[in-house]
């Protein structure tokens, strides 16, 4: 059963401080990631995409990818109180199918 | 851009009656539709994959002849829920990958709040 990982959470954070949020994964032939935000009551927001091992910036956020040791994680610099949500990890295996594996989604909360 | 909608936002239906909901690209095709529920705290459970002139593939445990799914045109899949049940009140979202090649972003709609009173 390809899976994929995220601690529950809820994470707390100060307002301005660094929210670091990882996803671990089973399938080694993964080879997409992405990060959405979801804000209760509504549908997935794209954050980021990544796809090679490193990091990928976009504005506050970071992505990082390592293949190797089968996780991927989100920075969030900067966190704000508008933040908090939950955030899903999605995995996609070139099967060509296209289809994701979530996570089950980290609830963040930022601190005023 | 990567605009996806839903029509319509919210449903309450009789049980045993049908509900269609629409989604929709409106600033890209998508050869590649997707068709989620989601149950109060947890997370996206897919239901079907639809491409636009062939027959959606339903992931196990979905029954086929309940969720009918159509995928017509680049810009337009529905699901319709057939003789609705009180079970099947959920939060319905979709889809959609653009059309780009290299390209596995999805877009979601804004979703689909099902009630089957």
């Known amino acids: 059963q390809k899976e994929v990982e995220q601690n529950s959470g809820p994470l707390s954070v100060p307002e301005g401080a660094i929210a670091s949020l990882n996803c671990t994964y089973s399938d080694r032939g993964s080879q997409s990631f992405f990060w959405y935000r979801q804000y209760s009551g509504k549908s997935p927001e794209l954050i980021m995409s990544i796809y090679s091992n490193g990091d990928k910036e976009d504005g506050r956020f970071t992505a990082q990818l390592n293949k190797a040791s089968q996780y991927v994680s989100l920075l969030i610099r900067d966190s704000q109180p508008s933040d908090s949500a939950t955030y899903l990890c999605?995995?996609?295996?070139?099967?060509?199918?296209?289809?994701?594996?979530f996570g089950t989604g980290t609830r963040l909360k930022v601190l005023a | 851009g990567a605009v996806v909608s839903q029509h319509p936002s919210w449903v309450i239906c009789k049980s045993g009656t049908s509900v269609k909901i629409e989604c929709r690209s409106l600033d890209f095709q998508a050869t590649t539709m997707f068709w989620y529920r989601q149950f109060p705290k947890q997370s996206l459970m897919l239901m079907a994959t639809?491409?636009?002139?062939?027959?959606?593939?339903?992931e196990q445990g979905v029954e086929k002849d309940k969720f009918l799914i159509n995928h017509a045109s680049l810009t337009l899949s529905t699901l319709t829920v057939t003789s609705a049940h009180p079970e099947d009140s959920s939060f319905y979202i979709c889809s959609a990958r653009h059309i780009r090649a290299n390209s596995y972003e999805q877009y979601f709609g804004p979703g689909t709040r099902l009630t089957v009173t």
């Open positions: 999605a995995v996609m295996s070139l099967t060509g199918t296209y289809k994701y594996i």
């Open positions: 639809s491409n636009e002139g062939s027959k959606a593939t339903y």
